[in-house]
Structure formats: structure tokens, C-alpha cells
């Protein structure tokens, strides 16, 4: 009840497509009972939870923030939501999210665009994770800077300002380029996206079946290895799973710092990056050596080919993926008879926004017979080289790699949507995307403040499947 009065305070910042009254209660209520009986399954019984409105669930509508699944009830649950149930969480709603996952900001929903917590004019006990930076008031905005908002980031930034502002104890978010780092970044969370394969993706809609990955987003790296720990490992259902059986991590409290390895990759600084976050950057490796680790510069040499690289792959396979969408099998349908040629082209003008419908024109334009080899197989071999300069770097005795999550603060909405989507994913995704490229495991956490009071986040990857070292050189950290 508490957590549905709170998705209520904080309503105005729109980070819920559907909130399931209904069903939550009833999911307490078992739960409830299951506690009463001696009966608990375990850590998480009865905690509430949140996913994005990507995720298929059961009897509840799945938008993907878009006109055309805005009538898209699943006949199945996606397997990690299935996970988190048999845990005996309480879904307690559908988060806001980009337009099927494209995007940065959370800006570009039909059900328009979700609002930073921080910064907003809601009272600061109710930014819950924030409670430790009570001392920035909000009266540090004036009434002009209120009404211009910060984004939440995206493209799971409902996801995000659900975690952060206590409405729920962890939310899942998925993360293409940075989807889930970058809205947990601006909202001042600690967000997760495993190595791709950990964590089954069926049931998630796919953007880019390559480079999608579950992620994760709660308010500490405790709580974020409990939600990993409940839905990572194999599924029949997704065979790109790793088919090993997946070992629960528990954190050790102090991890040998003297051990670690730390890779600062030089093209990691870029002009667009804030004198703010090029300190606290700076600022966190001496952390890292003043307590005995080894800090240091690294080369990522194909770091600037990455967004291009991104692009095209992410294009080819939109225009592949939302081929599905044709009127006949999910979501909307047009009205136009003459042809099915026609009612799939009025269903995908009717149905999809532009950044949608520009991405299918690429992505078809890049797989044209006598472009496949220029754009496509070039793409292919780009992020093989992206990918094997990770590895080179491993292969030098790297543990683990520290890196922005983003260039800035959460920038204020006038000023994100004056560029367009494509330009909004240059500098937004500049540090998260060569993660996916690579496969490999990343995690974003609040260091500090700007000065204007608003979080500032560093990320720090691992090898594949290095989860371990990854959480527990963010735990302590953190
Ligand atoms: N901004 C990127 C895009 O629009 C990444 C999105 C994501 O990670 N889902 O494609």
C-alpha cells in the first residue's frame, strides 16, 4: 500500500504506463499469507518491483511506449519477469520508456515523456534514494528552471525514476547502447547490464536482438546483485543463454584493492565530456590508488568508430525486427483494403513515430543487395575490432576498466529536444555502447553532485562474465 501511495505522490513525473493495482495486491496478500504460513520464498518475497513496458506480461498491457502495441495484452510472461514472480516479488507496474527502446531521454513515449526526480518540484523525502544529499535544496531552482525539467534519461527512464524516487525496490530496464546506465546515471541509482547471454531475453521485445540485454536498477549494489542472482542463468526459451549453470553471487564485504587493475581508456575523454565529470573521474582513480590498486591509461583505439558502427547495425536489424508489425499478428491495424501491401504501410505510418519509421528506411537502405557488404558486413567487422580491443586490454592484465557513464548531468528537456534522436545517442551513448558491442558486463553508480545539485555517475566494466569482480569492486565504491 505504501508503494502504491507513492507511484501516486510522484505521478507527475510519469514513470508508469500502467501501475497494477490489482494484481499487486493480490500478489502481497499472497505473500502475506505465505510469511504467516512459515512458508517464505526467500529474500525478495514480497518485495515490489517494476518493469519496463518492454517486457511481455501475462494478461497486461505491453506498449513499448507505442501507438501501435497500445492494445498489446501478452498471452505469456518474458522469462526474467517470470523469475522475479516465482521469487514472490510484487509487480507493482509497466515503466515508461522510449518508443520501443530508441532513444536517450525517455522523451519520445505516446505517453509522454517522464520527468528527472531530481530537480523536479516534488519534496526531497519523496526522492528516496536521495536522502543523503538533503542539503541541496530544492529552492536552489528557480520557478523557470522548474518548469524546463532534467530528463530522466533513457531509453528505461521510468524504470529509473521509479527506483529512485521509492516507488518500488528495484525495476527492470533493458539496455541496447546504454538504456539502462544512462537513465540510472541521470537519476542518481546504481544501474546494471550484465554480460550478453547471462540473462534470458525472451519475452523482451526486441530493438537489436545482437546487442539487447536485460538490465537491472536499484538504489544499491546489494540490492541489484539479489535481482541478478534471481533471473540470470540459462533459459530454454533464449538460445543465446550461456548454457552453464549460473552461481549466485554473494558479495564479500571488503574485496583486496591491492590486487586490482584499473584501465583508464584514453579516448574515453572526449570535448563534449563536463569539467564536472572529467573530476570526479579523476577524482575516483586516485580513490582507486590511494587504496593500493594499480591505475592505468589504456588504449581503446576504435572507441570513436563505435556510434557509427552502432547505428548501422542497430538500423538493419530495426528495419528486420519490426517487420513483424505489419497489422495482422500484433498491435494496430490499418483501415486500408485495396492491398496488403497498403495496410502494412498505413498500419506502420499510423503505428510507428519517425524515429521508428526513419530507422526501418535506413536499415532496409543498408541491406540493399549492393549495400549489404558496404554498410552491414563493414558494420560487422567494426565491431569485431571494437570487441577485440577489449580484449587486447584483458589480455594486459586489466581487472576492470573506469570510464563516465555520461558527459554531463541530466540535461534540461528544451535543451535535449532541440537535436534530433540521432544526434541525442552521439553524445548520450558516447560511454556505454562499446559495452554491447563488446558483450561485456558494465555498471553505472552516483559518485557525487554538480553543482547545480543533480547526480554524477561513473561506470565500470568487466571482462564476459566477470560479475563478481565487477559488483564487488562497485560495492565498495559505493
Ligand atoms: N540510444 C540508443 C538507441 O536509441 C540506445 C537505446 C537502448 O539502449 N535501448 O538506440
Not at 555502447?433 to 561513473?458: C, D, R, V, Y
Amino acid at each position: 500500500e505504501a508503494t502504491l501511495k507513492q507511484i501516486d505522490r510522484t505521478k507527475s513525473l510519469n514513470a508508469f504506463i500502467t501501475v497494477t493495482h490489482d494484481t499487486a495486491r493480490e500478489h502481497a496478500k499472497q505473500s502475506d499469507e505465505r510469511l504467516s504460513r512459515g512458508e517464505s520464498k526467500g529474500e525478495l518475497d514480497g518485495i515490489p518491483v517494476a518493469i519496463k513496458d518492454n517486457f511481455c506480461t501475462q494478461g497486461i498491457l505491453t506498449s513499448c511506449g507505442s501507438h501501435m502495441l497500445s492494445n498489446f495484452i501478452p498471452p505469456y510472461d518474458a522469462t526474467v519477469v517470470s523469475r522475479l514472480r516465482d521469487a514472490g516479488t510484487v509487480m507493482v507496474g509497466k515503466c515508461n520508456l522510449d518508443e520501443f527502446a530508441m532513444g536517450s531521454g525517455t522523451v519520445d513515449s505516446i505517453y509522454g515523456p517522464t520527468q528527472n526526480v531530481w530537480g523536479s518540484d516534488l519534496p526531497y523525502e519523496v526522492a528516496g534514494s536521495t536522502a543523503k544529499h538533503k542539503s541541496v535544496s530544492k529552492k536552489a531552482y528557480s520557478k523557470s528552471q522548474q518548469e524546463d525539467w532534467h530528463i530522466a534519461g533513457g531509453s528505461s527512464g521510468g524504470s529509473a525514476v521509479a527506483v529512485a524516487t521509492g516507488a518500488c525496490f528495484a525495476a527492470l530496464g533493458s539496455d541496447t547502447g546504454g538504456s539502462t546506465r544512462n537513465p540510472a546515471a541521470y537519476c542518481g541509482v546504481v544501474g546494471l547490464k550484465p554480460s550478453y547471454g547471462l540473462v534470458s531475453r525472451h519475452g523482451l521485445i526486441p530493438l537489436v536482438n545482437s546487442l539487447d540485454v536485460p538490465g537491472i536498477i536499484a538504489r544499491s549494489v546489494e540490492d541489484v546483485t539479489l535481482i541478478l542472482n534471481t533471473i540470470a542463468g540459462p533459459d530454454v526459451n533464449d538460445s543465446t543463454t550461456v548454457k552453464r549453470p549460473y552461481e549466485a553471487i554473494s558479495l564479500k564485504d571488503t574485496i583486496n584493492t591491492r590486487a586490482l587493475r584499473i584501465g583508464i581508456p584514453k579516448e574515453y575523454h572526449c570535448s563534449a565530456m563536463s569539467t564536472e565529470v572529467q573530476d570526479i573521474w579523476k577524482r575516483t582513480a586516485s580513490i582507486f590508488e590511494e587504496s593500493g590498486a594499480t591505475v592505468t591509461e589504456v588504449s581503446l583505439p576504435h572507441t570513436s568508430s563505435s556510434i557509427a558502427c552502432y547505428s548501422v547495425l542497430n538500423q538493419c536489424e530495426v528495419a528486420s525486427n519490426m517487420a513483424r508489425y505489419d497489422g495482422l499478428r500484433f498491435g494496430i491495424r490499418g483501415n486500408e483494403t485495396r492491398s496488403t501491401e497498403q495496410l502494412f504501410a498505413e498500419t506502420r505510418s499510423k503505428g510507428f513515430n519517425e524515429v521508428v519509421r526513419s530507422r526501418i528506411l535506413s536499415g532496409n537502405y543498408f541491406l540493399l543487395k549492393q549495400n549489404y557488404e558496404k554498410y552491414f558486413v563493414k558494420a560487422l567487422k567494426v565491431r569485431r575490432l571494437i570487441k577485440e580491443d577489449f580484449d587486447a586490454v584483458w589480455n594486459n592484465n586489466i581487472d576492470l576498466l573506469l570510464t563516465p557513464t555520461t558527459l554531463s548531468q541530466a540535461p534540461r528537456f528544451q535543451e535535449f529536444t532541440q537535436h534530433d534522436n540521432q544526434t541525442q545517442c552521439v553524445t548520450q551513448d558516447y560511454c556505454t555502447q562499446p559495452a554491447n558491442m563488446a558483450g561485456i558486463p558494465a555498471i553505472t553508480l552516483p559518485i557525487s553532485l554538480s553543482q547545480e545539485g543533480l547526480p554524477l555517475s561513473l561506470q565500470l566494466m568487466a571482462p564476459m562474465f566477470k560479475e563478481r569482480t565487477l559488483l564487488e569492486a562497485a560495492l565498495w565504491l559505493q
